[in-house]
Every structure is written in C-alpha cells, then in structure tokens.
C-alpha cells in the first residue's frame, strides 16, 4: 500500500469516528463536546480534499467551517442553558433510527458510486488548482449559473435575517 | 556532506524539512521570550522608569564590564521568568471543567507555530528555500490556521465555569470572528494585484514592482503603480488593525480587559499553563509581523543594492534572512508601543469599528483595486 493510501484510510477512519462521536459520544453529552468534534471531523475531512490535491477546497474548508462557522455555533451554545442536555442519555430509539438512516444513505451512496464509476486517473492537478477551479465558477462553464444563484440565495438569506433580528419594523 | 548526497531526494526533503523546523522554532520560542522582556523595556520607556534590571547570574555576572550591563539590560530575566512558571504551583481549581482546562493553552499555542510554516524567512541558503512548506494557497493556509487559534481563548473561558473568564472567551470569539472577516477582505487586493496565492510569489511580484504597501519604487513608476497606491495603504493599514485586533492587543484585548473582568479568558490559570497563553499571544504576534512583511513589506528584500534578488550565496542568504528578522521585529515594537500608548476601545466600539467601519472600507478598496487593474489593463 502506497504512502498516499495510507493517509487516506487514516483520515477517512478519523472523519467516521470524529463524526460519529458528534452524534454519539458515549463519555460526554456536552454539546460544547460535540461541537469541537464536528471540528475535529472537518480538520480531518479536509485532509481527505488535500489528498485529492484540492488544495483550495482542503484549506477553504477549515477557514469557513473549522474557523468561522463552528466558532458562532460554540458561541450560541456557549451562550444556552444546556443543563438539559448534558443529562439526557442516548436512548434506543435515536440509536436504532440513525443507524437505519446512515444505512439506507450509505447503500444510496454505494450503488450511486458503483455505478458512475469514471475512467481512471482523472486529472487531479486541474481539478486541485485554485485558477482552474476560479475559471470554472466563473467563466461561462456549466457552473456559472448555479454558482451565481447560489450566492443570490445567500444574500436573500442574510437580508431575511436582518429582517428578522429586527425588533421593529418601521 | 557527501553522506548527504548519498540519501535519495525524499529522504534530503525530510531531512532539510525537520532541520527546518527546528531551526525555526528554535529561535522563535527565543525571539518570544525575549519580546516578554522587550515589552517591559519599552513599556518602561514610555513611562519613564527603568524597567527589569535586577537578575544576575553568579559566574558571567562577576566579568568587569559585560555582566554588569547584561545585568542592567535584564537580559537574564527570560531565563527566570521560565523558570519560574516552571516551578510555580500549578493549581486546578475544583470547579473548572478539566479536559477542556487542560486543552485549552495547547490549543491557543499550536496554531500561532503553525502559520510560521508556510512564511518565506529568507531566499535561499544553499540549495534550500528558506521556507519550510512552500504551498501554493499559502495566505489561505495562514488565514486557515489563524482562524482555529479562537478556540484557545473560548474553550480557556468556557473551561474556567465561572463568569469573568466565561465574558473574557465570548468576547474574545465574537471579536476574532469579526476581524477575520475584514482581515481577509484586506487582503484581496494583494491576490488581485499579484495574481497568485503563494507567498513566495507574492514576493517576488513585490521584488519587481515595489512593495504591496507602497507599490512605487522598484521596478517602475507607471500610472498604475500610481493608482494602486491608496489601495496598498488602505489594505496595509486595515491588516495592520486586524492583525492587532486578531491578536488580542491593546487597543483591543477585550478578551483580558483588565480593569472589567480581572485577565479574563486566562483568570483561572496558573504556571505553565499561564505561560502557555503568554507564550501563544507572542507567538501570534510573531506570525503577524511575518505576515505583514510578507504580504505588505516585501518580505526579505530591499529595493536596492541588488537586495531583491534571489541569494547567490551563503552570506547573501543570511543578510536576507537578517532583513526579514528587521521587518519583523520592527512590527513587534510597533505593537508594544501602540499598546503602552492607546486606551483600551469600549467593546461596543470596537464591533462598530470593525463591522461598520472596516468591512465597507475594505469591501470598497476591493472593487477599487479591482477597477484600477481592469482599466490600466494588466
């Protein structure tokens, strides 16, 4: 097994753990607990990007979730009382329904992957470079369109909140 | 150095790449002890005392003339200062929440040593970069990195389980958070002007076109590097605002604010574990002045006596390496002064500054850059 694969099972292998002890800690009911481990699971996915060569992606992605949006979500949970929580345990029913989910996901996932399997060596250094990736968002390629009511869907969502926090309206 | 030649070219990259760190880190850790004793010279300076002058040590301090002055310069003090957060009671109050207390300086220490890996210190020595990670995202690494050292400070106040501190860390989250943003906005405009993420060729383009800060001497006095100008001091001096506040300085520790919440994040702490979030704010210091050397400053060139060129030799290399420790370290005593110098902000301005102020300001230089380079017509 070459070096590369072997990052990559360790990283893959950490994301599942990390990921699933956000849902799923057996020490710990703290959401603050499982806030840092959903850190803990982006850091690592991102590794899974970096082996991809997607170096833009891997790095983008701990700037934006790792740093920016878990912060504000350890921020408002930091701000609730969650004495609740930290008591409630992990019941049956939770257990039984998310593993069905994440099996009926993973089969989903399987058979899509099995089936469009695409022709080896794809050309890994155009999809990881950043001018390559801008080119593609931004020039008339297929993704311009999607990409642009992508971030009209996002303005839309930050003036709704605006609208929203405003305690009144004039 | 024939051994060297012998290994296979992975193995000379592993073996250049930890003599690297080492030889980074080393001084580092050097350079931050020795900017604690720094800020209290220059904090005596400024309010007219003296400042630490009283350790000496038995054998060099009885030399005549030398350890008299070493004595009087505190140079031994870093020495003391380690030692003795060393041997200090390290106490865990019964009430903080453990793992989290332990973690906690660990964490606001890593990332701060992270960020030195991808800033060019030098050209070349030899046949190695002076860089030890020469990435092609570098700034994006950085600010990656840079972002995850909130963590420290907000689990250091959510560890404690008492008020101040707990204050301390949502500040301290609420505010780097909002300073990212206008940090990373500032810096647009250097990957507009450059064209490239990497840091090493943020420099190069500064070799040639004069510094990002001040783009006019060095290679040319066009219109454009004209025009770019108020773009390059708008962007340098919101870093230079971002950098202070992302780092917890005064004017903006509102995180430690003293006179409001006793230290804040790091109230509970003791020993070493204070020493950690000590050594982690210098740290991040450090990465900051590095940072602004290298995007704004021109990193380790000067635009004359033939400085901007890549080093053809040993000694080269070094002068280069010594220009860049210069840059950096004349950054750190801007730091220390502007802190014995300003009042702290109330934290209601400072969010207005950053939000209201900053984020326009930089969003604005960014179509202004952006319409400079469009119509001069790169």
Known sequence: ?170 | MAWLDSLSPQTQFVFFTLLKIACVLGPLLTLVAYAVLAERKVSALIQDRVGPNRVNLPLIGSIPVLGPFLTKLGFWHPLVDGVKSFIKEDFTPAHVRKIYFWLAPAISLVPAFLVVAVIPFGSTLGAQKMVIADLNVGILYTFGIVSLGVYGIVLAGYAANSKFPFLGGIRASAQMISYEIAMGMSVIPVFLVVGDLNLGKIIEHQAQNGWNAFPVFGGGFGLQQWLLVPCGVVSFVIFFISALAETNRLPFDMAESESELVSGYHTEYSSMKFGMFFIGEYANMFAGAAMMTTLFLGGWTLPFLGLDQPADSILMGLVHIGIFMGKMLGFMFIFMWLRWMLPRFRYDQLMDLGWRRMIPLALANIILTAAVLALTNR
């Open chain 1, 1 to 170: 097994m070459a070096f590369p694969d072997i990052l990559f099972y360790i990283c893959a292998f950490l994301t599942l753990l990390f990921g699933a002890l956000v849902v799923a800690n057996p020490f710990s009911r703290n959401p603050v607990t499982s806030a840092m481990f959903l850190v803990l699971t982006i850091i690592s996915m991102s590794g899974l990007f970096l082996l991809l060569n997607a170096f833009f992606l891997a790095t983008v992605q701990i700037l934006v979730y790792a740093g920016a949006v878990m912060v504000l979500f350890l921020f408002v949970i930091m701000l609730l009382d969650l004495k609740e929580e930290q008591r409630r345990k992990i019941n049956l029913f939770g257990i039984v329904t998310g593993t069905a989910s994440v099996a009926g996901l993973g089969v989903l996932l399987w058979g899509t992957i099995w089936s469009q399997r695409s022709p080896a060596n794809p050309d890994l250094k155009l999809i990881g470079d950043t001018k390559a990736l801008g080119l593609e968002l931004f020039t008339k390629g297929q993704f311009l369109l999607p990409f642009e009511i992508v971030s009209v869907l996002l303005l839309v969502a930050m003036v709704g909140v605006i609208l929203l926090s405003k305690k009144e309206l004039k």
